[in-house]
T-cell receptor
Framework: AQSVTQLGSHVSVSEGALVLLRCNYSSSVPPYLFWYVQYPNQGLQLLLKYTSAATLVKGINGFEAEFKKSETSFHLTKPSAHMSDAAEYFC????????????FGKGTRLSVIA | DAGVTQSPTHLIKTRGQHVTLRCSPI?????VSWYQQVLGQGPQFIFQYYEKEERGRGNFPDRFSARQFPNYSSELNVNALLLGDSALYLC????????????FGPGTRLTVT
């Protein structure tokens, strides 16, 4: 069965600092991996996805993530945090062969301090 | 183009009542999935429908049911509401049955008192 672990339920960074949100997955088959962002009182917006092409994936709003099979990780990064990045971030996984539903992590709340 | 729409936005119900939540997918999308997001948790899968047939069901009791209509819109029904059903209910649509390109709606916030 697939699962996702997000390390740190809350991360706080200063404006302009590096953002690093951690995600580790377990999957018995090659996975597809996703990062979603949720702003207060809104639904989920897809930031980026890994579907077995390039291991470094670039997404919207300056975010990127690197798939590392040896570490079973898919950490999300952004070089310079902006106040508007404050939100809840969810990592999710499905098997690549997949007609199974997304399995989400518990989420990481990102706070950006001025 | 319009995204995924859900109605109502907010809903307050009493324990034991029944509720119907509605979802309209992106035009051309034939798959609709429902997720429950309890406060402080990630979304959990409830149902997927594709071409009006149930394609998957999560670990939820039989009080939860859903259907998809010929225009691909969908309803989620919950009977005999419990306090623990209070959550944000998210609908997601995709073009095909495979779920690696899902687009989420804004959700319906259900409060059970």
């Amino acid at each position: 069965a697939q699962s996702v672990t997000q390390l740190g339920s809350h991360v706080s960074v200063s404006e302009g600092a590096l953002v690093l949100l951690r995600c580790n997955y377990s999957s018995s088959v090659p996975p597809y991996l996703f990062w979603y962002v949720q702003y207060p009182n809104q639904g989920l917006q897809l930031l980026l996805k890994y579907t077995s092409a390039a291991t470094l994936v670039k997404g919207i709003n300056g975010f990127e993530a690197e798939f590392k099979k040896s570490e079973t990780s898919f950490h999300l990064t952004k070089p310079s945090a902006h106040m508007s990045d404050a939100a809840e971030y969810f990592c999710a996984v499905i098997p690549a062969a997949g007609n199974t539903p997304l399995v989400f992590g518990k989420g990481t709340r990102l706070s950006v301090i001025a | 183009d319009a995204g995924v729409t859900q109605s109502p936005t907010h809903l307050i119900k009493t324990r034991g009542q029944h509720v119907t939540l509605r979802c309209s997918p992106i035009s051309g999308h034939k798959s609709v999935s429902w997720y429950q997001q309890v406060l402080g948790q990630g979304p959990q899968f409830i149902f997927q429908y594709y071409e009006k047939e149930e394609r998957g069901r999560g670990n939820f009791p039989d009080r939860f049911s859903a259907r998809q209509f010929p225009n691909y819109s969908s309803e989620l029904n919950v009977n005999a509401l419990l306090l623990g059903d209070s959550a944000l209910y998210l609908c997601a649509s995709s073009l095909r049955a495979a779920n690696y390109e899902q687009y989420f709606g804004p959700g319906t916030r259900l409060t059970v008192t």
